[in-house]
């Protein structure tokens, strides 16, 4: 039996893009800004003294920025494309929001009626982010060596991510809610992943 771990999973800290509702997805290989750069600062004052065997994040530079203190220390490093952020298609870089845009609707809400192989024009399902994302989870349950891990990705993946690691169907990925710099905290005990902290951003506030 795999051994047992521990899991942060860390969304990325904000970006000017984040501030103006404006969606980035894969596309779009944006920066932190002033206050993602303080907010990832917070993060590792506060869990500095964790014992992490590996730093994950997607392959954008907002996620490795985001824990780049950490690997900073010598901590070993991997990205991985299959944490990217979901396509938005033709809609990234631009400003999307439930009230003034229709077609957004239309797509969250029959992802949340369970239809979640349906993509905005030119971009991805969850389905479709689900499978890139499955290479990375068998990643996690078979290296035992790493006992405690970083991740970090971006909001739409991250609730892909634990809709797949606690077994919920993709159409309930809307209950986990997610803000920058939010933790995650998950224990894998060998057969199954267990939340321990829900939405954390306790580090935000000290």
Known sequence: ?????????????????????????????????????????????????????????????????????????????????????????????????MAEDAEYRHVLAQWEAGITNLALEGGESPDAVATRQRPFIELLKTRPHERTVLVCLHGRALRVLLCQLLNYPLRCMEGFEHSNLCLYKLEFTGSMFVVRNFLDVAHLTG
């Open 1 to 97: 039996m795999p051994a047992s771990k521990t899991i942060f999973l860390l969304r990325h800290g904000q970006t000017d893009f984040n501030v103006q509702g404006i969606v980035q997805g894969s596309g779009v290989d944006s920066s932190l800004n002033d206050v993602g750069r303080a907010q990832a600062r917070q993060f590792f004052d506060a869990y500095a003294p964790e014992p992490f065997d590996k730093v994950y994040t997607s392959a954008l530079r907002r996620t490795q920025q985001s824990v780049q203190h950490f690997i900073n220390l010598g901590l070993p490093h991997e990205p991985h494309a299959g944490l990217n952020e979901i396509s938005w298609g033709r809609r990234e870089g631009t400003r999307i929001t």
